[in-house]
């Protein structure tokens, strides 16, 4: 049987004052900041983690004086390569970075994609990112899927990393979204209210999942802009920020996002089977049709608004231009 080394050795920690009120999850990434969240998160669900000697859950809220013990394996040793990576630079001053990220670019190394990630661009490219998230992913406060492009908030140093990441804790980031789907919506807005867990067969999928150990609520509000035969543009407002939430919300109410391989069955359309009468075998998207087009929070260190916003990209409005032109809206 293998052991891992630290499980007979717990690391002790103890909940200083400035710490008091934090979830667990989020205490344990800001002092372990050698593992990943999913590491962590793990870890408690298989109470490797105590506070006071008694097993509690990831959304735990720690007292000063609270004694939490963690029982892990050692931590990766090896950090992130920078690579000479192109970046496309939204915003920059001495505390935080927006970029706008390709689809097809995954945020940090992980398995099967150790190379060309945004975390390996920033190194090349940054002097100085925050540490917090470990040495695997420099500067990394939130993420978004491979193949979903648009703004992700980059923070330079560890305050302003821990400043960001309790705003996409405390739900105050406002973020928006824009998505093709196949279908209609019954309805021009609403909000889809359902819990996402793991998926019980497939690790690569998440699934809508009550009353079990890994669910997690999850919020997503949106809003049909314009409507096409059998299509729909609209934008996302998630209020939670749980992993694939707005694919799989989406796909649930059966207007899963265009070309969504996990959730919607397909991984590229055709010129032909977007227009009516013409067969066309060229292939104009092979990427989930959604892009986080606007974040909007508060500057880690002056407190004052501000807003990032990238640009659609090309082969989401080339899609549009088709839609717009062979699929007229139906009201």
């Not at 990220?101 to 920033?122: D, E, F, I, Y």
Request: include cysteine; glycine fraction near 6%.
């Amino acid at each position: 049987m293998t052991v891992d080394p630290l499980r007979d050795s717990p690391v002790v920690l103890v909940v200083a004052d400035q710490h008091a009120g934090l979830r667990l999850d989020a205490f344990l990434a800001a002092r372990l900041p050698r593992y990943s969240r999913v590491q962590l998160r793990r870890a408690v669900l298989k109470q490797y983690v105590t506070v006071d000697n008694s097993p509690v859950k990831a959304a735990h809220r720690l007292r000063a004086g609270q004694r939490v013990e963690v029982r892990l394996p050692d931590a990766p040793q090896h950090g992130t390569k920078p690579e000479e990576i192109p970046l496309d630079v939204l915003f920059e001053d001495d505390d935080l970075i927006a970029i706008h990220k390709p689809p097809g670019m995954v945020v940090h190394p992980a398995r099967g994609h150790w190379s060309g990630t945004l975390a390996a661009a920033l190194a090349y490219r940054f002097e100085q990112l925050s540490q917090v998230g470990g040495s695997t992913r420099p500067g990394i406060v939130h993420r978004l899927d491979r193949d979903t492009s648009g703004v992700i908030v980059v923070a330079k140093h560890d305050a302003a990393h821990m400043a960001l990441a309790a705003q996409f804790e405390q739900r105050t980031v406002e973020k928006q979204y824009v998505a093709i789907v196949c279908g209609q919506p019954d309805h021009d807005s609403d909000l889809i209210d359902l819990p996402i867990g793991a998926h019980p067969y497939q690790r690569e999928r998440m699934a809508i999942r009550a009353h079990h150990p890994t669910a997690r609520p999850a919020q997503t509000f949106y809003q049909v802009e314009r409507r096409f035969r059998g299509f729909a543009w609209i934008r996302a407002h998630p209020k939670t920020g749980r992993t694939h939430q707005i694919r799989l919300h989406l796909a649930h109410i059966g207007c899963p996002i265009l070309c969504d391989r996990l959730y919607g069955g397909r991984a590229q359309i055709s010129l032909g089977e977007l227009t009516t009468g013409r067969e066309d075998a060229q292939i104009i998207l092979q990427r989930q049709a959604l892009h986080a087009d606007r974040i909007r929070l508060q500057h880690p260190v002056s407190g004052e608004p501000i807003e990032f916003t990238a640009p659609i990209p090309t082969d989401i409005q080339q899609v549009l231009g088709y839609l717009q032109q062979h699929r007229q809206p139906t009201y």
